[in-house]
Nanobody, 124 residues
Framework: QVHLVESGGGLVQAGGSLNVSCAASGLSLNSYTMAWFRQGSGKEREFVAF????????HYADSVNGRFTISKDRAKNQVHLQMNRLKPEDTAVYYC?????????????????WGQGTQVTVSS
């Protein structure tokens, strides 16, 4: 059975940094494209970043490009999202998602597995 468990969320001031992690079990990161999505209060879930199964292709939403970095730790079967220069508009629940195969996508409907989310709050 597949489980994705996020951790590392919290409260940070604008301009600060956070690193959120996703621990995966029941699947191998070598076969799955992993992504982060977020959902702010009253908003739709939106794409943040993905990293393909090989780990060569990374893609970011325009709103976070240059500030966020997605990475994989194959030894620990974990995915990380390093978030720098955080802004109040980054406040959201951040979700880890997995899609079998080597191609990422911005559409959340294409991801088979999801974590429960971790709250990130950025104060101004």
């Amino acid at each position: 059975q597949v489980h994705l468990v996020e951790s590392g969320g919290g409260l940070v001031q604008a301009g600060g940094s956070l690193n959120v992690s996703c621990a995966a079990s029941g699947l191998s990161l070598n076969s799955y494209t992993m992504a982060w999505f977020r959902q702010g209060s009253g908003k739709e879930r939106e794409f943040v970043a993905f990293i393909d199964a090989v780990g060569f292709v990374r893609h970011y939403a325009d709103s976070v490009n240059g500030r966020f970095t997605i990475s994989k730790d194959r030894a620990k079967n974990q995915v990380h999202l390093q978030m720098n220069r955080l802004k109040p508009e980054d406040t959201a629940v951040y979700y880890c998602a997995a899609r079998l195969g080597f191609y990422g996508d911005h559409d959340p409907r294409l991801y088979e597995y999801w974590g429960q989310g971790t709250q990130v709050t950025v104060s101004s």
